[in-house]
């Protein structure tokens, strides 16, 4: 491998102060490398209880200020999350051979960047928002299928379709996040950023 990393690590690692600005970069060769969805993640949820579960979702934006996916807030994950706002999100790229992990603190966003995002998806998403009571029991198919024709009645107008107060999004603050990049003989590349007290990031490398 290219050894150009300041801490000994390949120069895919840069020598960056800020994760959010490594994971811009690696998200961007992500997209270019993927064949699907390269903006897929594995949530980690628990409950009150800390019974975990994990599921795929995708992130639909990044910043500085947290990393922001959207759902049905009756959903087995929000409802987790409303008990234990800890989770962990895991981003897996197979084609580039790295993956990064991020750990937080999640909370709901505002009521105005929600509707900006709804108000962005097909018709057919902001029907399904409204028709899919998400993770509950469905007795058969069709009673899914009836439910999407009722509300495209309900809203027929394909530009006026509002957000169902039970759709929102979800912010992760990240307080720690790793990058990782395979290695030979599973002799991997770990490095973590971990935010202290005042907000700043501080480094440190992983044994494999």
Known sequence: MNQKNALGLNSCFLDLKDPIELFKIW????????????NALALATADINAKPSVRMVLLKDFSKSGFIFYTNLESQ???????????????????????????GILT????DLADEYYN???YDSRIGAWASKQSRALKNRKDLI???????KKYNKKDDVPRPKHWSGWNLLPSNIEFWLDGESRIHERLKYNKDEKGNWNKILLNP
């Open 77 to 103: 994950k929000s409802n987790e999350l409303k008990e234990n706002p800890k989770a962990s999100m895991c981003f897996h790229w197979k084609s580039l051979l790295r993956q990064v992990r991020v750990n």
């Open 120 to 122: 962005s998806r097909s």
């Open 108 to 111: 709901k966003v505002n009521e």
């Open 27 to 38: 998200m961007e060769e992500a997209k270019t490398a993927e064949l699907n969805d390269p």
């Open 146 to 152: 009836l439910s999407i024709e009722e509300y495209k």
